[in-house]
T-cell receptor
Framework: ETGVTQTPRHLVMGMTNKKSLKCEQH?????MYWYKQSAKKPLELMFV???????ENNSVPSRFSPECPNSSHLFLHLHTLQPEDSALYLC?????????????FGPGTRLLVL | GQNIDQPTEMTATEGAIVQINCTYQ??????LFWYQQHAGEAPTFLSY??LDGLEEKGRFSSFLSRSKGYSYLLLKELQMKDSASYLC??????????WGAGTKLIIKP
């Protein structure tokens, strides 16, 4: 398998549930990203990891918790979410972080919080 | 603040030409990307401009004017499969990627 993959593709959860989103990149990249995409709004950068170290956390609520166990895998742990967290969550990777690098995206997880 | 402006939605006819504009106000400039995103799918890279001028890639071309803070994506010989959202993004002086909200392009037969 090539590129960036994400699972699950769709997720419905209640506000008290705990779930995790998974991202895997098969490109040999060193940087990975989590984005939130809401309708008619710009992509919101949530977290950036470079060489498995978190380098950015853009004021994201603590109910979102990222994990990067190695340079190929990225998780987003979800806990006690709110209905306004319903969105498309996109994972991306790039060769390096902090340069003029093209980012390659996964297909996203469509999340609905009830 | 930093801002990327692009039209919310555009409609064009199959076989025609369409130009999607993007204007930006950012703290510095280190390049501009265009991505295509079909509904329910991943954004995919289309083009990257860092110098002024036109970059042509098949049916798609991208233009940049740094002095005007302006770019456009030109799509020729439109096909139904070109119906998608087109995202403009600018790299600022801190190498942060600033995204526009995207332009939804509807192609009619």
């Amino acid at each position: 398998e090539t590129g960036v993959t994400q699972t699950p593709r769709h997720l419905v959860m209640g506000m008290t549930n705990k779930k995790s989103l998974k991202c895997e990149q098969h490109l040999g990249h060193n940087a990975m990203y989590w984005y939130k995409q809401s309708a008619k709004k710009p992509l919101e950068l949530m977290f950036v990891y470079s060489l498995e170290e978190r380098v950015e956390n853009n004021s994201v609520p603590s109910r979102f918790s990222p994990e990067c166990p190695n340079s190929s895998h990225l998780f987003l742990h979800l806990h006690t979410l709110q209905p306004e967290d319903s969105a498309l969550y996109l994972c991306a990777s790039s060769q390096e972080w902090g340069q003029q690098e093209t980012q390659y995206f996964g297909p996203g997880t469509r999340l609905l919080v009830l | 603040g930093q801002n990327i402006d692009q039209p919310t939605e555009m409609t064009a006819t199959e076989g025609a030409i369409v130009q999607i504009n993007c204007t930006y106000q950012t703290s510095g400039f280190n390049g501009l990307f265009w991505y295509q995103q079909h509904a329910g799918e991943a954004p995919t890279f289309l083009s990257y401009n860092v110098l002024d001028g036109l970059e042509e890639k098949g049916r798609f071309s991208s233009f940049l004017s740094r002095s005007k803070g302006y770019s456009y994506l030109l799509l020729k010989e439109l096909q139904m499969k070109d119906s998608a959202s087109y995202l403009c993004a600018v790299i600022d002086s801190n190498y942060q990627l600033i995204w526009g909200a995207g332009t939804k392009l509807i192609i009619k037969p």
